[in-house]
């Protein structure tokens, strides 16, 4: 989808978390490009092209 970062186990290619939805407010996202997962915090950075921001979700999933 063009608002939301799915999230999957790669051992079974299962669904495991959506992040975001589309939109402009806080946890929203607008065609997310790209993804960094901090491995030690487990934060997920999203670089969210359409809204031109960097989107944060703590210890992925939740937004600071």
Do not use: S
């Not at 975001?20 to 997920?44: F, I």
């Amino acid at each position: 989808m063009a608002g939301e970062v799915q999230m999957f186990r790669l051992a079974d290619k299962k669904q495991v978390k959506v992040l975001g939805a589309l939109g402009t407010g806080d946890g929203q996202l607008r065609y997310p490009l790209d993804v960094v997962v901090d491995t030690v915090t487990k934060d997920v950075f999203v670089a969210d092209n359409g809204n031109r921001r960097i989107t944060v979700f703590r210890a992925g999933g939740v937004l600071p």
